[in-house]
């Protein structure tokens, strides 16, 4: 069946620097992918989401990434700071809404001093 | 403050003993949803609700059920709880269409 999938389980990352979380999807009908954060303890929270018909897109700290042709979104956070760290998820909907989303398996940012 | 409400968030409970999770939102959002959340298995959906009166089976529906008669409300009911229902369970909701998904703070269930 149609999967979502995360490159690494675990990115460590320093105070400062820029992340990039990765995700790679198989349901070429998906036009519509977004980003979750969950702290621990939480819900996740979401983060931005981007629709096909684009590339990029951005948002406070954080740009969203698509690459349709090899199935590739990712998510760049610049000046990462301890706050971020999180398990991230890319999710996405075939249909375009959020009716039936299905996630990836999360990516945990590890935030280092 | 805009919120969902989860209850209970910690149960432990035996095999074969109905029980309801609630879920509550105060956000008037058409869209509700239940996911359970595995390690290694990300989160996955349940059943969702796009409106009163309408609800779906998600990606494993098998040994839950629920309702939605009133918008603010989406209970989760596990009839006959089995070991394999021992899960974290997140409800959500959105304005339809929306992937903006709010989630509650999640649902802590053992069942031994």
């Known amino acids: 069946g149609e999967s979502v999938g995360l490159h690494l389980p675990t990115l460590s990352v320093q105070e400062g620097d820029n992340s990039i979380i990765n995700c790679a999807y198989s349901n070429s009908a998906s036009d519509y992918f977004i980003w979750y954060k969950q702290e621990s303890g939480k819900g996740p929270q979401f983060i931005i989401d981007i629709r096909s018909n684009m590339d990029k897109r951005q948002g406070q700290r954080v740009t969203v990434l698509l690459n349709k042709t090899v199935k590739h979104l990712s998510l760049q956070i610049a000046a990462t700071q301890p706050g971020d760290s999180a398990v991230y998820f890319c999710?996405?909907?075939?249909?375009?809404?959020?009716?039936?989303?299905?996630f990836g398996t999360g990516t945990r940012l590890q935030v280092t001093l | 403050e805009a919120q969902v409400t989860q209850n209970p968030r910690y149960l432990i409970t035996v095999t074969g003993k109905k029980l309801t999770v609630t879920c509550s939102q105060n956000?008037?959002?058409?869209?509700m949803s239940w996911y359970r959340q595995d390690p290694g298995l990300g989160l996955r959906q349940i059943y969702y609700?796009?409106?009163?009166?309408?609800?779906d089976k998600g990606d494993v529906p098998e040994g839950y059920k629920v309702s939605r008669k009133e918008k603010r409300n989406f209970p989760l009911i596990l009839e006959s709880p089995s070991p394999n229902q021992t899960s974290l369970y997140f409800c959500a909701s959105s304005f339809s269409g929306s992937g903006e998904l709010f989630f509650g703070e999640g649902s802590r269930l053992t069942v031994l």
């Open positions: 999710a996405e909907n075939g249909d375009g809404t959020a009716s039936k989303l299905t």
């Open positions: 609700s796009m409106n009163v009166e309408v609800t």
């Open positions: 956000m008037n959002h058409e869209y």
